[in-house]
């Protein structure tokens, strides 16, 4: 029997382990930053409340927050009215100027992982709490009545697990980590079940970590996904360049947490042999050269950890210090890069004939910026979340490649530019119009959620893009760029340094492991209003880049008129419960010839969270357009904006019909008005 849904429709990410790329020397010492390097933390930080912006933590002082929060996480459980089985395990600490702290935990129920239980709350300098933002909204009397005796033996859990990665590929014929038994509240009520997880390799050569959720009632199969997720020296790409190396001659970077660089030599296990030399020379721009693919990784690297450091004060990808390793020359002809959460590593293939290896600047970022995005919100590599998780990766490459300034490297808003994986020259994928690599979406739609992550990111890419540049024809760094909108409306953008900013506040601070798109436009605008004020350009801008790829609705002040004749429906509407969808209706008359292609439609709904409607606009001829989805991240009351619908293939004249449903349990609301304006 199916269990209630819940507003979260993906699985946690509790344990997810890593990501790839795609679906499928000189004299070398510590490294300084460039000129615009130093000043990308003040310009990022212009006009934003600094009280509000992240305090530059050392790994002591982070670890000090961590040990205070893990002191006092029994008094924050028993403030959240957890149940007495419910104990909180402290992930991380951030702490804004101002004192504002943020903590992220995971939770267990009588001893065993909660997955989809995460929470992250937000505390004034006092100690108050000021906000809480759950992956679930699942109550604790739900997960009291979890019966934790299990009917289906393990071995059942681990035989369907088995049989799902044999189909990815692998030939493991026993699970790497046995079947555990977990509270599984990332879907609906919560409920015993089993976690495996199966390596071994794909077909393509990657490495499987197949994660697969099995109902200990039952043995049916609940949820699966890959943990693997696919994304000086005289370097191939960024020239000649200053590495941080160890005086032994060893590619150690002792400035940067010791982060260390390996020659797999072809294989596809272990950590390979540490690269050493009789001098501080590494490569030689070739790819025949095996250092050279070792300095572009080495490089990269240090590049993303200046970033990270410099700009939004995170020392190493945790936070701690602590250097990851990276790996080069994996397997044979294999064409990807994936980072690795289980070995906190990064890795690279030599691409195709062993000859084009995919260590360019943005790749290694790209990778990085998993193993943050890990360490923080925790991203679920499937659905929306995956989505999100992959195109964090891509806006954090695109800041590091600017970042850096490298005169071989320009910055610009196309990823894997360099690497040349399609074999014509064309970039793995395009930020300013997704679609450009013909797979990719430039706009969310209410499936989005059931395509390849990394086709699934192209939204999140195209709202990075609008609120740094802007819509529109421009060239920035000698790249042509022109960013459509799916409205059809402008989007003015505030600078890159300041979309960075609120995208990574919002991941370290707002988001979950089960975040889908319309809770990341939530966490966004919290964010800008955090910085910069609810009445700012910038909180407008980032509303209005949310619009322009179909998510929300735009800044109600911000939206031209398009005059014409408006139709309006003051009716209301009573909208039941986790009950049958409900309609407002408008009967349009005396308009000639097609709808526009920006039909601006104004919407007043009353409903105690919001989060639980689906909102449609149905055309006379029963054609519905999406409004507004279903979200468990967003649960602020009431929906009142104005949205725009390309509807010029719909006769403007008959009746046309606002569908509101209400998918989750537990709040109520009604249509209170809804107008067109043709």
Not at 111 to 121: A, F, K, N
Not at 154 to 182: H, I, N, Y
Not at 222 to 245: A, H, K, P, R
Not at 634 to 657: I, L, M
Request: glycine share 12%; aromatic share 8%; proline share 3%.
């Amino acid at each position: 029997m199916r269990s209630t849904p819940s507003r979260r429709a993906t699985a946690t990410g509790a344990l997810i382990a890593a990501a790839a790329l795609v679906a499928v020397g000189v004299q070398t010492g510590t490294a300084t930053a460039t000129p615009s390097s130093a000043t990308a933390a003040t310009s990022a930080a212009a006009g934003a409340d600094h009280g509000a912006l992240a305090k530059k933590l050392s790994p002591s002082q982070r670890a000090e927050l961590i040990r205070k929060a893990d002191v006092s996480k029994a008094d924050t459980a028993k403030d959240l009215g957890l149940g007495s089985q419910e104990k909180l395990v402290v992930r991380d600490v951030i702490q804004d100027n101002n004192g504002t702290t943020h903590t992220r935990y995971e939770r267990t129920f009588a001893g065993l992982p909660v997955l989809g239980g995460d929470l992250i709350v937000m505390e004034s300098k006092s100690g108050a709490n000021q906000s809480v933002t759950k992956a679930s909204k699942v109550t604790s009397g739900q997960l009291k009545a979890v019966d934790l005796k299990a009917d289906v033996a393990p071995a059942k859990a681990e035989k369907q697990a088995l049989g799902l990665a044999k189909a990815d590929g692998s030939k493991k014929t026993e699970a790497d980590r046995a079947p555990r038994k977990v509270v599984w509240m990332a879907q609906g009520k919560p409920q015993l079940a089993y976690e495996t997880v199966v390596g071994g390799l794909q077909h393509d050569g990657t490495p499987n970590e197949l994660h697969v959720i099995t109902d200990a009632a039952t043995g049916a199969k609940l949820y699966e996904w890959q943990g693997i997720e696919n994304g000086t020296g005289n370097t191939q790409f960024s020239g000649q360049v200053t590495l941080g190396t160890a005086p032994s001659y060893t590619l150690t970077d002792t400035g940067r947490g010791n982060h260390k660089t390996y020659n797999l030599n072809h294989g596809s296990s272990g950590t390979g042999t540490l690269f050493t030399n009789s001098t501080d020379v590494w490569g030689n721009g070739n790819p025949s050269n095996a250092e050279t693919a070792a300095a572009d990784a080495h490089y990269g690297a240090a590049e993303t950890w200046d970033y990270y450091k410099n700009v939004h004060g995170r020392t190493g990808i945790r936070g701690d210090g602590v250097g990851a390793y990276s790996r080069v020359h994996y397997g044979n002809n294999y064409v990807n890069a994936f980072w690795q959460d289980s070995c906190f590593c990064m890795t690279y293939g030599d691409g195709s004939g062993n000859n084009a290896p995919l260590t360019s600047l943005d790749v290694a970022a790209h990778e990085m910026s998993h193993g943050v995005t890990a360490a923080t919100a925790n991203l679920v590599y499937s659905g929306e979340s995956g989505g999100l998780n992959e195109a964090t990766s891509d806006i954090f490459a695109t800041a590091v490649e600017f970042y850096a300034n490298n005169a071989s490297d320009k910055g610009d808003y196309l990823i894997g530019e360099k690497i040349d994986i399609n074999g014509d020259g064309t970039p793995l994928r395009y930020q300013d119009k997704p679609s450009k690599d013909g797979a990719s979406k430039d706009a969310w739609y209410s499936g989005i959620g059931n395509i390849d992550v990394h086709y699934s990111s192209g939204p999140a890419n195209h709202f990075f893009y609008l609120l740094s540049e802007g819509s529109g024809a421009k060239v920035i760094n000698g790249v042509s760029y022109d960013s459509p909108t799916s409205d059809g409306l402008p989007v003015t953008g505030i600078g890159r340094d300041k979309a960075e900013q609120i995208w990574f506040k919002a991941l370290s601070t707002k988001f979950t492991s089960t975040t889908n798109y319309a809770a990341a436009r939530t966490g966004t605008l919290a964010v800008a209003g955090e910085l910069y004020g609810t009445t700012s350009a910038e909180y407008k801008a980032v509303m209005n880049a949310w619009a322009a790829i179909n998510v929300g609705t735009r800044d109600g002040g911000g939206n031209p008129d398009p005059g014409g004749k408006v139709f309006e429906s003051k009716t209301s509407v009573a909208i039941p419960d986790r009950g049958a969808a409900v309609t407002s209706s408008v009967a349009v008359t005396g308009v000639t010839g097609n709808a526009p292609s920006a039909l601006k439609v104004d919407v007043d709904i009353t409903h105690t969270y919001r989060g639980d409607l689906v909102v449609d606009l149905v055309a006379p001829d029963g054609t519905a357009y999406r409004l507004k989805n279903s979200s468990a991240g967003d649960p602020a009351d009431d929906v009142r904006g104005t949205y725009t619908v390309d509807a010029s293939s719909e006769v403007a004249n008959g009746t046309w019909k606002l569908k509101v449903q209400d998918v989750y349990s537990g709040d109520t609301g009604k249509i209170n008005s809804f107008k067109l304006t043709f």
